[in-house]
Each structure stands twice: as structure tokens, then as C-alpha cells.
């Protein structure tokens, strides 16, 4: 790819990506947007949150990305009895008495922490140490982890029972804040017609580990107005409640709103969004289109927002 010029690579990323997700299709129905926010969280190189009802095939989207991008896959399924040692590994005596470290579920490309919220704290903090660091440290030794690394994480949004919500600090980790929708009627027919059947679908391998490296060291390297970037950072201070910025609606209703990351993301996120979509330059439309899912989980509402049943959307939808 480094014979191409930066033009030439960004509409190879544009067609690649075209492949991708007719390829994607063969396997899932609808959920457009769910599977544009994973592939961009993944050349953004970022992680992402999914969150969904139960049979929504948030697991199969997940494996069919992988699958499609030749990446290695585990899925964690997280319990209230799960340890730090199960997600990262642990260190054990060999036969010949000696130390050795055994790998866990982590060590792969793309790792699908199911259910995030239902595991404690303890263990919920073993994998963002892994998402920040990119590494495993045991015993003082550090670990590197397999490059690309995505963590996508799902999380229920019903039964609050017995669960585990990600403090603010773990939750602004996260790039994308990912909603899945139910399918409409047509896509439910169809997905009950292709899962009652017999016939097996499988997908081609379109994108290597080192084209995924070599995409994300590319939309860093898009150019961006500075008034598209100005228009980025003015975004952010205006979901906090105490800038002069801030619209009404955000006075009124936010308890505390986001931080830097946030204007960090919005424009790794619109310079991908734009390469995505053939552009060698994202605008202030790129940086709307994923606006939304990278404030949704950055805002804290106060008690009169939930008590007027105003929602985080809502709001981020107002301030756009």
C-alpha cells in the first residue's frame, strides 16, 4: 500500500469497504448502522459498546466481522463469578516446576466481552486495563496483546438485576455507544427464514490484519479543516452544563456532560466516516453522523431528565 498514494488508498478503502459489507450481508439482515459504527470503531481503531435486547445477533454480527476481516475471534461470556485470571490468563507450574504463562481469552484480535455489565468491578477493570494498554501485565511482566486488538462489548439494557454498571471512566473507554434496534418486518421474516433452514451461508475473507494496520494508520493521516475541527471541540463544550455554550435543554437537563476524549473520537470518527464513504476530507456532516454515538454514553442526565423522561438521544439531538 505504500506504493499508492494517499488518494489512491482511500478510494481502495472505500471500494474494499463496499465488498465488506455486501459480504456482511449474506449473514446480516438490516442493522445498517450497527455494522458501519463496528467497522469504523475498527479503523478508527477504537473499541465499542453494543447494546441490545437479548437475539439480536449482536454475537453473530461480531463473529461475522471477524470472519470476513481474517481476524482471530473469542467471545467472553462475563458471570458474576468470573475473575480477572479467566480473562487474562494466569501464570503455572510446568511439568518441569518452572513458571509458565498461560495465555487467556484475551490474546486475540477481536475479543467480545458478552454481557460486560454482569461481572464485578475487579474483573470488568482486568479487561480495560487490556483496551488502554494494548497489554497484559502478570507478575510485573508485560504482555503484549495481538495487533489489530478490538474489545466489543455488549450489554442489556433490560433486567438491571444483579448487574454491574461500568463506572463513567471504563464507559468513556469506548468509542462508540452502539444501539441495535429490532429488525423491521421484512428483516425479521427474512431472518427467520434463513435461521429456520438448511442452508449454510459462509463468507469470503476480504482484509488481512496488516490492511487493517495499514487503513488505520491511513485515516489518521486524513486531513481536516480547522473549522470542521473547531466545529468538533464546540460540539463537546457544549454538552457541559457549566460552559457558556451550553443551550438551555443542556443546563436544564444535564448533570455533567463530556470530555476531551469525546473531541478526540468525533474526529477520528468523521475522518473515517468520510474515507468510508470515498471522501479525502471529512466535513461537518461526517462529524454529525457519528456524533451520536460517541456522546450517547459521555452524558449524564440529572434527576428532572428522568423524571420528564427525557433521553440522552434526545438531548444529543437537540444539541446537533
Request: no cysteine; charged share 20%; aromatic share 8%.
Given at each position: 500500500m505504500s506504493q499508492m498514494s494517499d488518494v489512491e488508498a482511500v478510494d481502495a478503502l472505500a471500494e474494499k469497504y463496499k465488498a465488506l459489507r455486501a459480504e456482511i450481508a449474506k449473514v446480516i439482515v438490516g442493522q445498517d448502522e450497527a455494522v458501519d459504527l463496528v467497522l469504523s470503531s475498527i479503523f478508527s481503531n477504537g473499541h465499542s459498546l453494543l447494546v441490545g435486547v437479548p437475539g439480536l445477533a449482536k454475537t453473530l454480527l461480531v463473529q461475522t466481522i471477524a470472519q470476513?476481516?481474517?481476524?482471530?475471534?473469542?467471545?467472553?461470556?462475563?458471570?458474576?463469578?468470573?475473575?480477572?485470571?479467566?480473562?487474562?490468563?494466569?501464570?503455572?507450574?510446568?511439568?518441569?516446576?518452572?513458571?509458565?504463562?498461560?495465555?487467556?481469552?484475551?490474546?486475540?484480535?477481536?475479543?467480545?466481552?458478552?454481557?460486560?455489565?454482569?461481572?464485578?468491578?475487579?474483573?470488568?477493570?482486568?479487561?480495560?486495563?487490556?483496551?488502554?494498554?494494548?497489554?497484559?501485565?502478570?507478575?510485573?511482566?508485560?504482555?503484549?496483546?495481538?495487533?489489530?486488538?478490538?474489545?466489543?462489548?455488549?450489554?442489556?439494557?433490560?433486567?438491571?438485576?444483579?448487574?454491574?454498571?461500568?463506572?463513567?471512566?471504563?464507559?468513556?473507554r469506548f468509542m462508540y455507544n452502539i444501539f441495535l434496534d429490532y429488525p423491521s418486518y421484512e428483516e425479521e421474516v427474512q431472518v427467520v427464514k434463513n435461521t429456520t433452514s438448511d442452508s449454510k451461508v459462509s463468507v469470503n475473507k476480504m482484509m488481512s490484519a496488516e490492511d487493517i494496520l495499514n487503513y488505520q494508520q491511513l485515516v489518521r493521516k486524513i486531513p481536516i479543516a480547522d473549522n470542521v475541527l473547531e466545529y468538533a471541540v464546540k460540539l463537546v463544550g457544549k454538552t457541559r452544563p457549566n460552559s457558556a455554550a451550553a443551550p438551555d435543554i443542556v443546563k436544564e437537563y444535564v448533570a455533567w456532560g463530556a470530555g476531551p476524549r469525546a473531541a478526540q473520537y468525533l474526529v477520528l470518527g468523521a475522518k473515517c466516516h468520510a474515507a468510508l464513504n470515498g471522501k479525502y476530507s471529512p466535513d461537518i456532516e461526517d462529524v454529525k453522523a457519528v456524533a451520536e454515538a460517541i456522546l450517547r454514553h459521555r452524558l449524564y442526565r440529572n434527576y428532572k431528565a428522568e423524571a420528564e423522561g427525557f433521553s440522552v438521544s434526545r438531548i444529543v439531538k437537540e444539541i446537533l
Open positions: 470476513v476481516l481474517e481476524l482471530s475471534f473469542t467471545r467472553i461470556q462475563f458471570t458474576p463469578d468470573l475473575m480477572p485470571s479467566d480473562i487474562v490468563g494466569a501464570e503455572i507450574l510446568d511439568e518441569s516446576r518452572h513458571f509458565k504463562f498461560n495465555k487467556g481469552p484475551i490474546f486475540s484480535n477481536i475479543v467480545l466481552a458478552d454481557e460486560i455489565n454482569r461481572t464485578p468491578p475487579k474483573t470488568q477493570a482486568a479487561l480495560l486495563e487490556a483496551m488502554q494498554e494494548k497489554s497484559v501485565t502478570i507478575n510485573g511482566v508485560h504482555n503484549a496483546l495481538p495487533n489489530p486488538f478490538f474489545v466489543l462489548a455488549t450489554q442489556n439494557p433490560i433486567e438491571q438485576e444483579g448487574t454491574y454498571p461500568l463506572p463513567e471512566a471504563q464507559l468513556d
